[in-house]
């Protein structure tokens, strides 16, 4: 009796610790409530699970590895026209010198405390061929640092070109440093971490799972894909590293189509900042370059985002959700998984309501079923109020794109789903520049020309047991 009173006290010191950590440091009341119910309902089990799943022990931004505090608000621009900070009033080029974006510009900057930066050139590549090729020949052509962080690293034939050339370039002098993530390079054996290790290529795994002491997160992963070559060449946007992104190949088992991008001038030593500040979280390693500034290449005004369960979290959602309130003409969305928070959702309603064309291009292919039918689920609140959605045909479509009107574009890692807005570490790029963005609508028309249009209709007519499988997939969208 007396060892049942001990255990039952020990259960309540333990579930009152843990349930008074998630209501003050949760910052979703819904994960709060369900980790308080956990708690308190499964005697030492709850408070267990919520020490090894619950807690998110991530820091990632450098500031915070050295001790320094957060920045001030701030605005700026950054380029050939240096221009003065928000108190002496923001003019940005003539690009971008319509009052609505303007404002975009301004609270983007408060939010990431990062520049606008000019003289960007930005090339799209619609295949694993395309982008490949490129990503090769830049490294091939390196002679300084390659710098390249990944969620998926599969170990296939393209796998197995990237490590050829990483191995290449070190053997010329090259600084070659790969960044996995830690559940990201499970998807292939062998792992392409050690492969690489083998052939003496520095590789830092971000957040690897481990028994003791314990650490398993299945969720705080980083999800974001970089390669900067000496400083002055990044590649991002949604494809990981392996053949399921190959259009030409005999195995057309996990054919994903996506799309990246090669991104040549200012703004590339944001994205190579970004990958210094994860490897020095990961590798507890200061990255020390000496890489001249990058030359202006293009017209394009870029700015990188960043997100993630840390200090950024939320960022990216309200400057979307900023981006949508303030079109006029059109909001392209292309997202192969689509659970916006509530906020987003308003404005997308909002937007279709005062006039602006708001179409999404979902996949009707998923590999995410359950994500599938939680969106199924929720459509309806937008298709009642005129957004058009659509599902493009197969292959499984993991291209992400938010485009607004024919000036503004976000090109990245981040779906609108829960798990990128919330739970993952992301990087996006948004982009100020008429002819680029008039490249992707192009793309996001001929999408959408193939695509199957959604109604209102069509998901009312939905049968009950669809419905109910729906319904029940949507109450665990916050963790899908």
Known sequence: MNNAWLVLAAHFALAMTSAGHALLYKRDPRAALGWIAVSFAYPIVGPLLYYLFGINRLRTRAHQLKGEPLRHLRTGFEGPEMIGNVDQGLQLPELVAHPELVALARSSAAVTHRDLVAGNRLQPFFSGEEAYAAMLQAIEQSRQSVCLATYIFETNRSGLEFIAA????????????????????????????????????????????????????????????????????????????????????????????????????????????????????????????????????????????????????????????????????????????????????????????????????????????????????????????????YYQPPPFAHSKLLLIDENYAHIGSANLDPRSLRLNFEIVVEVFEQEFVGLLLSHFDRIRSLSTQETLAGVDGRGLPARIRDATAWLFSPYL
């Open 166 to 389: 990483l191995v290449a370039a070190q053997r010329r002098g090259v600084e070659v440093c790969v960044l996995l993530d830690g559940v990201g390079e499970w998807y292939s054996l062998p792992r392409a971490g050690s492969l690489l290790r083998s052939e003496g290529i520095k590789v830092a795994r971000f957040v690897p799972p481990r028994i003791l002491p314990p650490s398993i997160h299945v969720n705080l992963r980083n999800h974001r894909k970089l390669l900067v070559v000496d400083g002055v060449t990044g590649f991002t946007g949604g494809m990981n590293i392996g053949d399921r992104h190959l259009r030409q190949r005999p195995e057309r088992r996990n054919e994903t189509a996506d799309i990246h991008f090669q991104v040549e001038g200012p703004v590339v030593r944001q994205l190579q900042a970004v990958f210094d500040e994860d490897w020095l979280f990961a590798a507890r390693e200061k990255l020390r370059h000496s890489h001249h500034a990058p030359l202006g290449a293009g017209d394009a005004i870029c700015r990188v985002v960043t997100d993630g369960p840390n200090e950024d979290l939320g960022k990216l959602a309200m400057i979307i959700t900023g981006a949508v309130a303030l079109a006029r003409k059109r909001v392209a969305i292309m997202t192969p998984y689509f659970l916006p928070p509530p906020e987003l959702i308003n404005s997308l309603q909002a937007a279709a309501l005062r006039g602006v064309e708001v179409s999404v291009i979902l996949p009707r292919k998923s590999n995410q079923p359950l994500a599938h039918w939680a969106t199924r689920n929720m459509l309806w609140e937008l298709l009642q109020y005129g957004v058009r959605v």
